[in-house]
């Protein structure tokens, strides 16, 4: 059930990013605070789920490890998010043609995306 309500918001923020058909995308528009409050939304999630997960994994341990592995698991989780956002980041810059196929252009970053 969650993560259809990811994929739905996930949809929602990529139609709402996407820029208009001129080419000109305002920094601060509908579009970008809807992305905003999509993207601020998931990574709350996430991040409430990633403490609870790693409390729980961490609780097994002896009580003098558990404070250093709450901490090591944290800053793994948030550093690896942040090289996940870099990774969106470089696949939605991949624009150039690889091939046609019945008239439809496709790109590395559709090829990624399907």
Do not use: C
Request: no cysteine; aromatic share 8%; hydrophobic share 65%.
């Amino acid at each position: 059930m969650l993560a259809s309500h990811a994929a739905s918001i996930l949809t929602l923020a990529s139609e709402a990013a996407a820029p208009a058909a001129s080419g000109d995308f305002a920094l601060v528009s509908v579009q970008a605070l809807v992305a905003l409050l999509t993207l601020t939304a998931l990574e709350i999630v996430l991040g409430i789920d990633n403490v609870i997960f790693i409390a729980i994994l961490a609780g097994k341990l002896p009580k003098e490890k558990q404070a250093r592995a709450r901490n090591m698991g944290l800053l793994l989780a948030m550093a690896q998010r942040i090289l996940l956002l870099f990774a969106i980041a470089w696949i939605v810059s991949l624009q150039k043609e690889v091939f046609n196929l019945f008239g439809q252009s496709f790109s590395w970053k559709d090829i990624i995306l399907l």
